[in-house]
């Protein structure tokens, strides 16, 4: 059973940046869809980016094309999420997920994945 943990999270001021990273342990990252999603207060849960392990394809929401980049260390077994430009939008709880079996087109998908990890919390304000 693979494990999760989030690090990184903290406040950034519009503009700056930060960098959340996920552990694994019990699987290694390259055999897993690595995925990182985010839920702000009130709203539901919401897909960011993922690393696809066939393929290797990253993929990435909409509203952080551009600004935010996932990639994958597999000697640290451990996938980052650098954020750059911030925007006090971007402020929610950050979880990190794993899957082996989903197809691209379903990567985007909450139900897709089996593991998670607990959130780390980033806030964007002046």
């Known amino acids: 059973q693979v494990q999760l943990e989030e690090s990184g999270g903290g406040l950034a001021r519009p503009g700056g940046s930060l960098r959340l990273s996920c552990a694994a342990s019990?699987?290694?990252?390259?055999?897993?869809?690595m995925a990182w999603f985010r839920q702000a207060p009130g709203a539901e849960r919401e897909f960011v980016s993922v690393f696809a392990w066939r393929g290797l394809n990253t993929i990435y929401a909409d509203s952080v094309k551009g600004r935010f980049t996932i990639s994958r260390d597999n000697a640290k077994n451990t996938v980052y999420l650098q954020m750059d430009s911030l925007k006090p939008e971007d402020t929610a709880v950050y979880y990190c997920a794993a899957d082996r079996n989903a197809i691209t087109s379903q990567l985007r998908a909450i139900q897709s994945y089996d593991y998670w990890g607990q959130g780390t919390q980033v806030t964007v304000s002046s």
């Open positions: 019990g699987g290694t990252v390259r055999s897993y869809n």
